[in-house]
Nanobody
């Protein structure tokens, strides 16, 4: 059974930092493209960052320069480092695992990030 479990969310002040983790099980993690998305109340789910099996990354313009995606294949874990957080970064953050040949990507249950003073 495939599981993606996010952790590391919480309440942080504007300008602060957080690091989210997503631990995967039930998949050959190293061959999957891993990504982070978020969804704020009343809004559509938004792509944030992606990291390929080889470590190539790409980011949404809204987080470029502030967020960093990384992966540790030995731990089957993908991370999202978030700096200079803003109130508009408040959302539920989800990780996603996808690869060619698997038509429907896997999703975690999400972790809440709230940026507020």
């Amino acid at each position: 059974q495939v599981q993606l479990v996010e952790s590391g969310g919480g309440l942080v002040q504007p300008g602060g930092s957080l690091r989210l983790s997503c631990a995967a099980s039930g998949i050959s993690f190293s061959i999957y493209v891993m990504a982070w998305y978020r969804q704020a109340p009343g809004k559509q789910r938004e792509f944030l960052a992606r990291i390929s099996s080889s470590g190539s990354t790409n980011y949404a313009d809204s987080v470029k320069g502030r967020f960093t995606i990384s992966r540790d294949n030995s731990k089957n874990t993908v991370y999202l480092g978030m700096n200079s957080l803003r109130p508009e970064d408040t959302a539920v953050y989800f990780c996603n695992a996808a690869r060619v040949g698997v038509p429907i990507p896997y999703w975690g249950q999400g972790t809440q990030v709230t940026v507020s003073s």
